[in-house]
């Protein structure tokens, strides 16, 4: 059934939309180019509706509710109007129905290769990559549905994250496109994500329809070239990308931009009232929708003006008074929110200006750029199908396949360039093309700023494949009039290779992306933010669920993986009091560890400022917990089983229910998975710090010694494997460790005296981002901008569990980890370093210990060589004169439960696969563990 409902919602937005922009096109467009109407008739729909209901709310301080209905009520009466006039000649029924038949089959592609998730999910589910401007859309059009976009936000309420984001969000952050999503919540029993949802995909679903409208009317190409190029956009990755991300603003800029291009162009060569009045329309709404592509819009068409103007078929005068024009009908349209568009305006410029870009897309900044805007590799192309190759040779192939499209590009814009007529196109064409290259550099060389180079990448894809478009045609047409079978097969070839490299590249990552955002791939698929959000009910149902439990004065305290999840949850339980407990911040800031004596903490932009949290509340009445298996925190919480409520993603806890409770504060990267598909131990779930991580404990007992236990991996980026950490209990150091290659650490005893505790693992060393293999440019850009220190899993505070042991028990490598009390000094493939040590603990007396070790035969192993091996501090001396697996026996002198040892080694060899960044000197492969019971079955 969800399949059905998306359905028909979405294609009562088409029908919506399409109603809009064929009255407008019906009315304004000359008869010229009156073939391109039904082409251009959705796109030109949600972005001029889209301003008109933005204007209506901002001029008369109406909310967006009402400001849908008179919006509405202005368009029924012009479609109306518009068919009574066309009726006189036309059966207009039928051609209605013709047009939308067209507009179906030309976004036909795009539909199935790109926008299929949602119909798979459902749009009441489908939130793509969970992106938190997305998130921030849902709760501001929640705010407008009650508020004008000129109303002041309501304030700070420290029980409401929601409602102290409602109405904050900044003037160049609020996209009129978001009165299209408001349209159909407002009209539809739909709430305000699945709106949303709707209206993101039906801007994409407006991409070809709006590039075939370009192709056609500025381009001048025929119906064959256009639809391909229509076609080609259906399928780019780079469209796919922006797709997946659930930008409001971007999508719906992007599916008008080039129709806005064929407006102006129109009113250019059929300058009257009517046209006029569609451009400004046109500008004034694309100002509204996404400022920052404005200028993408105007620049080509900016050269085609100067061109007209030098060719006298436009008079500079009449050009001036069209200007004047176009600033009066501006002003008239914006009376009452001149200062909230220069607000806007501001905005943008202090964005654009910022001197510290992030650490996001930077891949973008690479030479990676340019097989990402090709469409040839998926972003990020460390989870597309080249990462299934030796990363090297990944590298050399992606460059091969982007100068082999870039050739074939640069061939079809020099046959564009040398037509015989249409000196217009070119203009247009060329022009625009080296202006976004122009700017393209700019951002890279000069700005190096990725973010907005990533943008670029989606923005441009209609130039892009309009060429592609064109070359491909004139390939076909070249091959088709070969008069030798050789240059037929030759020229087949040529057309052949190309297209496998666009198009193949293209399909195969659109479908690596959108399958990614189908949000459940948590090994690979890195691009989502939170895991099992699409097709899943439970946060949507959590708010009727809990009505039963808990009252309207009661608390909330959410403790989840990380801030998006925290945001789509407080909004769903908007209607009640809410805590959120840790992971306020957006993912850039909250990797970022405080300092722990003073709190301050250095944020996304390079400010130093209090790191605080207004919305965290140590007694709340509930706790809401996230228990979803896809999101797996590296926290181990098993003792509470008292909940009153449970889902398959949530847990809702009684505070007095609640005990020794974990959770994840700030310094962490973002969550990893593990699928554990390896030949060695590795954690399921994990993640990556720079300096150290935050944890919490809740509801403690305070008369009980805990310690603090979990597993350490050495990171990269400093010469040696090894790593000084201390242990800080609310502000107080109380341990120091030593983690040497990876470690089952477990910390001294420690008291709590709070409801809520912070224990903090901060770490001594500094280390470097990764760097990149084979750079060609930036070559500052890291391989990983991340700076992967240490990995943590497994963090728990509970008591050492003896292990049954009432017959030998044996240990391999794969589980040496899980099963040690303490470990340290060796791989988790069991390779071992100069000095290893290790505690196990057992249920019955241990007698005697075997200990299964391999010496490799190569050339760096010289033998003899020798182990010394201390067991409950007595030593034993071992001399190795044979490669290979071997037995250590050790017998105890007393038979003990508890069992610590050391190895040390006398020499150590340099493994082919040991890094600069991360240099391992390996001794022997410690394969087997062994421990005797003795003869009376464990009874000593």
Known sequence: MEILYTVFYFTISILLSYTFGISLAM???PKDYEYINKYIAIPAGYLIYSWLAYIVSGNFDVNGATATYISLLVFFIMFIYVNIRYYKSNNAIYNHFNNLKTILFTSSIITIVILWPMFYYGSETFLSVVNPDLLAGLVDNNYLLDFSNISKPLGFNAYSFVNSMSGSIPPSARFSSTYFALLLNVLLPINTQESLTLAVALFVFALPLSVYSLARVVFN?????????AFLIGISGPTTLSYIYNYLGQNSGIGAMPATMVIIYIFLKNRNLKTFLFASFAINGFYLMYTAMLAYVLAPIGLLLIYLIIKKEIKLFEFLIYLLMLFVVTFIFNYNMVIYLYNSLIGWSNLVAQSLQGQYFLDFLTEEFFGLFFGVVSYNSKASFFSYLPWNLAVLILYFLTIVYAFYLIYFIYRFSFQKDNIESKIFGLGGFIIYAIVWYIYTFDRNYGYAVFKMASWIQFILVIFMAYGFNDLYNNYKNSTTNFYKKFKFLLLSLIVIIAIGGNFLSSMRLTTYAMGHNNVRGSIVNLYNVSG????????????KIVSKNESIGLININSIQNELVAFYLRNYKTSIMSHLQ???DDENLPDI???LVVDYYGNIKLAENPFLHENDDYYLISIDKFNNDIVINGNNKNNIYENKTFKLFKN?????????GRGFYRLEHSNKNKDFWWPRDYRWTSEGGEIFILNPDNDKNYNLNFFAYVGYGKEIANRAIEIWVNGTKIDEQKVDYSAKVRTKNFKLNKRLNKIVIKIS???????????LWNKNIPYDYRKLNLLLSDVSIKEIIPIDNKEEYNINYYNFFEIASTLNGIEPNGWASDSISAEFNFNHKVEEMTFNVLFPQIKEVKLPTYLKITVNNEINNIKIDKYGKQDIKIKLKEPTKRINFIINSNQTFNPSHSREDRCINYSYQLMNLSFATGKNNGKI
């Open 221 to 229: 190409f025929d119906h064959k070239v256009s639809l391909l190029a």
């Open 536 to 547: 899943n009910k439970d946060y949507i149902n959590l708010e009727k669920d809990l009505m």
């Open 597 to 599: 004596k003073t709190n």
């Open 765 to 775: 060393e500094n280390v470097d981002s990764l760097k990149r293999p084979l750079p």
């Open 656 to 664: 007095n229910d609640i005990k020794d409770l974990l959770f994840t």
């Open 27 to 29: 009315f304004l467009i």
């Open 586 to 588: 957006l993912p850039g």
